[in-house]
């Protein structure tokens, strides 16, 4: 069987046309799908029986089970999905003054090796089907739902490096953007990437409105290399000139993702050598305090380390916003909540 978020709508019309049904029975399954949030094909009243039980016979619905659930005291919540055949992957819910955002994953582990991070703790195990990256935004949204709230941006920076897996996620976001899906604008969807510097080029082919977020965090070649081995393929001239050819087509504006490590990227230098890196281009740096994973030696600075050095980075006329720390009090870094989750269950087995 396949999973039906799996299909376009011009994949379903298809599809309701191969059984002798008119096109436009697909925009009612569609239509019942994205925005009724239907959780079975039963649900559709307006389907004939027929057209339902063929459905139901071919496609299902809910293609992942919550296993966990976190909320933080700031409501920030994390999730802990099964997939069918198994495997376990995290999502997250984050309020803003502005709204909603959900965080999702593009695989099950990630083969980048950041060495601050909670999601290479395990190793790539697969890439997310196209049915389960949209299923993961179609839980959340159905859990706002029952406060008739609804997702307002949707940020994939999970597990997972999202490059590594393009083609399924591009043809995911497509679906959500679509106006006959769940309607999420396309400025309000953002990509974050490690720096792969051909599919950065790539992307910038595609004249889309998806922002695109890099996940930088260090200021020079030498401590990236420590911190991010993809750096060690796409050194920064790199990668920048990439970012370079992105703005030029799209005229978009670059985010800078910025972790903040105590004593290591937020010294006077990081901020002189950052004002290189950034100066004539249109980007802009977004601090993140670090939540400290515990199988890491890296720590997050406090509060006013992490003021100090956005004001070092304001007074060099720099682009820059501090984010505020979401979760920490739920192990909210990527990664974590599945590590535990697989540690307990090697524990058991």
């Known amino acids: 069987m396949e999973e039906i978020y799996s299909l376009s709508l011009e994949e379903l019309q298809a599809y309701v046309q191969s059984i002798g049904q008119k096109p436009y029975k697909a925009k009612q399954i569609y239509t019942w799908l994205y925005k009724k949030r239907a959780c079975s094909f039963d649900e559709m009243t307006d389907i004939k029986k027929e057209v339902i039980e063929d459905l139901k016979g071919r496609f299902y619905i809910e293609n992942m089970r919550l296993v966990d659930i976190h909320i933080a005291k700031d409501k920030t919540t994390k999730f802990l999905f099964e997939l069918k055949d198994g495997n376990l992957i995290e999502s997250v819910l984050m309020v803003f003054d502005y709204g909603y955002s959900a965080c999702i994953s593009t695989q099950v582990g990630c083969n980048m090796g950041c060495k601050f991070c909670a999601s290479g703790l395990l190793k790539k195990v697969r890439d997310l089907s196209l049915g389960e990256i949209i299923g993961q935004v179609m839980y959340l949204q159905k859990y706002l739902d029952k406060e008739d709230k609804r997702l307002a941006n949707l940020v994939v920076m999970g597990t997972g490096e999202p490059f590594d897996n393009y083609d399924t996620l591009m043809k995911a976001l497509k679906i959500i953007n679509d106006p006959n899906g769940l309607e999420i604008g396309a400025r309000h969807i953002s990509i974050s990437t490690c720096g792969i510097a051909p599919m950065i080029r790539r992307f910038a082919s595609e004249n ?103 004001d070092m980075l304001k007074k060099r006329d720099i682009a820059v916003t501090l984010r505020q720390k979401k979760g920490d009090d739920i192990n909210a870094a990527c990664g974590q909540l599945r590590a535990m989750a697989i540690k307990e269950r090697n524990a058991t087995s």
Request: glycine share 2%; charged share 30%.
């Open 208 to 310: 889309v409105q998806y922002n695109l977020a890099i996940s930088l965090h260090a200021s020079n070649d030498t401590l990236r290399d420590s911190l991010m081995p993809i750096n060690k393929a796409y050194p920064l001239k790199e990668l920048f000139s990439a970012l370079d050819e992105y703005s030029k087509t799209n005229n978009r504006r670059i985010t800078l993702e910025y972790l903040l490590l105590d004593g290591i990227n937020n010294l006077e230098k990081n901020a002189d050598e950052l004002k290189e890196l950034v100066k004539g281009r249109n980007a802009y740096i977004n601090l993140i305090p670090y939540n400290t994973v515990e199988e890491k030696d890296f720590r997050s600075c406090s509060e006013r380390k992490a003021l100090e050095f956005y």
